[in-house]
C-alpha cells in the first residue's frame, strides 16, 4: 500500500473507491481528483491502479493504494475498517465487478466463476457497504454507492450469475437506504447499461446506448453527490425493463435465449 504525508495537507474529504485499476472505478478517481481529497483506491492490477493514481496526483489529490483481490473478503474488511479509523470516509464508492458470461457451447457459467463473481459483486460489496453504513450512521453523514447494473433486471441466460449478482446488490442497496436514511446516509445504486471500459471491451456483439466511460462518470458522481437513490442510465434501459415486465415470462425468456454474444478472455 502507497500512502501519502497526511500531515502535509488538510484532507476535507475522503472517497474510496474500490475497482480503480480501470473503467469507471479509474474514471471516478480522475473526476474526484483535487486539492484537499484524499482518495483510497484499491484495484487487482497494481501497474494500473499506479497509473490511476498518477493522473489523481497530478489533479492535486492525495492518493493511497492497495492492490487487493475482493474474494478474500475479511481482508476487504479488514483494510476497509482500517482506512476509515486512520480518517473517517465521507464517500464509499463500490465499484470493483466481474462479468463473466457462459463460455461457448457450455450450459452454463462454471461453479469456479459463480463462487468467484458472488463474491466480488455481492458478498464483498454487501460485507463493506453494511460496515461502513454502520460508521457513517454513528457520525450522522456520508454516501455509499454500489454498482449494479440494467441486467439484473432481465433473466440472461447467458449470464445468469451475473444478472442474479446484480440482482442482488440492487435489492441490498434500496433495503440499506431504507435503514439509513434516517442518520443521513445516503445509499446510491447505480445501475449502467452498456459502458466503454475494458469489461465491455470484452465483448463481441451488439453493445446497443454504449456511453463514454468519462461521461458516464460525471453522471455517476453528480447522482453520489446529490445523494440520488437510484441511477438507470440511458434512459432507455428503464424502458426495456418496464417492456419485460410486462411480458409473459415465457415469451421473454424467448427472445432472451436468443442473444448471441461471445466474450474475449481477460488480459
Known amino acids: 500500500m502507497s500512502r501519502p504525508e497526511k500531515e502535509t495537507m488538510t484532507v476535507r474529504h475522503h472517497i474510496l473507491i474500490t475497482g480503480a485499476s480501470s473503467g469507471i472505478g479509474a474514471a471516478l478517481a480522475a473526476y474526484y481528483a483535487r486539492p484537499g481529497v484524499l482518495l483510497t483506491l484499491w ?10 493514481a498518477s493522473i489523481a496526483r497530478k489533479k492535486g489529490a492525495a492518493v493511497e493504494t492497495l492492490c487487493i483481490d475482493l474474494t478474500q473478503a475479511d481482508k476487504a ?8 479509523d486512520e480518517c473517517p470516509v465521507d464517500i464509499l464508492i463500490l465499484s470493483a465487478g466481474m462479468a463473466d458470461i457462459r463460455p461457448h457451447n457450455a450450459l452454463a457459467e462454471s461453479a469456479e466463476t459463480a463462487l468467484r463473481m458472488s463474491m466480488v459483486n455481492f458478498a464483498t460489496p454487501v460485507a463493506m457497504a453494511t460496515e461502513m453504513a454502520n460508521r ?4 450522522r453523514r456520508g454516501r455509499i454507492a454500489l454498482m449494479g447494473s440494467v441486467a439484473s433486471f432481465h433473466d440472461l441466460p447467458l449470464a445468469t450469475v451475473y444478472s442474479g449478482s446484480k440482482a442482488g446488490i440492487g435489492r441490498f442497496s434500496t433495503a440499506l437506504r431504507a435503514a439509513m436514511d434516517p442518520y443521513n446516509v445516503r445509499v446510491c445504486l447505480i445501475a449502467p447499461g452498456f459502458i466503454d471500459t475494458p469489461m465491455s471491451q470484452r465483448l463481441d456483439g451488439e453493445q446497443a446506448f454504449l456511453v463514454p466511460v468519462d461521461k458516464a ?51
Open 77 to 84: 474488511l479488514a483494510a476497509l475498517i482500517k482506512a476509515d
Open 217 to 267: 462518470a460525471r453522471k455517476i458522481a453528480r447522482s453520489i453527490n446529490a445523494g440520488r437513490a437510484v441511477l438507470v442510465f440511458p434512459w432507455v434501459f428503464q424502458l426495456t425493463r418496464l417492456l419485460e415486465m410486462l411480458l409473459p415470462r415465457p415469451i421473454a425468456h424467448r427472445i432472451l435465449r436468443r442473444l448471441d454474444v461471445m466474450q474475449h478472455p481477460e488480459g
Open 43 to 52: 484495484g487487482r492490477n497494481e501497474e494500473r491502479l499506479e497509473n490511476t
Open 136 to 139: 457513517m450512521a454513528e457520525r
